[in-house]
Nanobody, 115 residues
Framework: QLQASGGGAVQPGGSLRLSCTAS????????VGWWRQPPGKDREGVSC????????WYADSVKGRFTISRENVKNIPWLQMNRLKPEDTGVYFC??????????WGQGTLVTVSS
């Protein structure tokens, strides 16, 4: 139901902006977040934003470099990733989470940071 996009290969210090499209879900009613799975490692939470747009949460490893936002009118969340590091490499997934705790996610997008 969800499809992340915007990934690619960049050099360290570069930027990417990820977005996510959803079919059959109205983003207004959900908190939205991103998690990633580095190669050979467990998945880890990256960032999330409440349905109202505030508050937001960031993993310590991305604070100050990543910015999460959402455009409810367009039903699109964004993850702006700046000053990317090799350790940011991984498959990034977006998810929607309802107040009930039910979560939805789908296909991820690959981010590769390498010189």
């Amino acid at each position: 139901q969800l499809q992340a996009s915007g990934g690619g290969a960049v050099q360290p210090g570069g930027s990417l902006r990820l977005s996510c499209t959803a079919s059959g879900l109205k983003m207004d009613y959900y908190a939205v977040g991103w998690w990633r799975q580095p190669p050979g490692k467990d998945r880890e939470g990256v960032s999330c934003i409440s349905s109202a747009g505030n508050p937001t949460w960031y993993a310590d490893s991305v604070k100050g470099r990543f910015t999460i936002s959402r455009e409810n009118v367009k039903n699109i969340p964004w993850l702006q990733m700046n000053r990317l590091k090799p350790e940011d490499t991984g498959v990034y997934f977006c998810y929607y989470r309802a107040l009930s705790g039910a979560s939805y996610w789908g296909q991820g997008t690959l981010v590769t940071v390498s010189s």
